[in-house]
């Protein structure tokens, strides 16, 4: 029974402190376009495959890429305030992610399991082969911005 009062007057406090302005949360703002641009970068495999070798030349397409989604968003931008009769402005935030088809280690050592069949037909593991080192290189990662512009009304 103590549990009800307490409820509601924790309910009623919050109704009143946003009544009188506190603790409010703000609203977006209605003179900016936001806008998005993704793009696809091929990665091109170094000559020698390492862990540090891999990751600079993930780090050389994300690099290559990023101007390419910046232009995207851009452009995007560009048509929304065409079609709202607005002109941009200046650049007021710029969201980046970028991604692959994976982030773990590049390089691992792995061991292909020996498989042989049972005396009942079944296929056991039997043992492990010899441990060698395996590099994969993604074949192409993704960069994707997300660009706010603040809006000029036209005159």
Do not use: H, W
Not at 44 to 60: D, Y
């Amino acid at each position: 029974m103590k549990r009800l009062p307490v409820t509601l007057a924790a309910v009623a406090l919050a109704i009143s402190a946003s009544a009188t302005g506190g603790a409010q949360t703000p609203t977006p703002a209605l003179d900016t376009i936001t806008a998005g641009g993704t793009v696809q970068q091929r990665v091109k495999a170094p000559k020698v495959k390492t862990q540090k070798t891999i990751a600079a030349a993930v780090r050389a397409a994300q690099d290559a890429a990023l101007p390419a989604a910046l232009e995207r968003a851009r452009l995007q931008a560009t048509r929304i305030a065409a079609l709202t009769g607005v002109t941009l402005g200046a650049v007021t935030s710029v969201t980046e992610q970028n991604y692959g088809f994976f982030s773990g280690p590049y390089c691992r050592v792995v061991r292909k399991p020996i498989v042989r069949r049972g005396e009942d037909g079944r296929r056991r593991v039997v043992g492990r082969g010899p441990r060698r080192k395996v590099c994969s290189v993604p074949p192409f990662i993704y960069e994707s911005v997300s660009v706010t512009y603040r809006i000029v009304p036209a005159t």
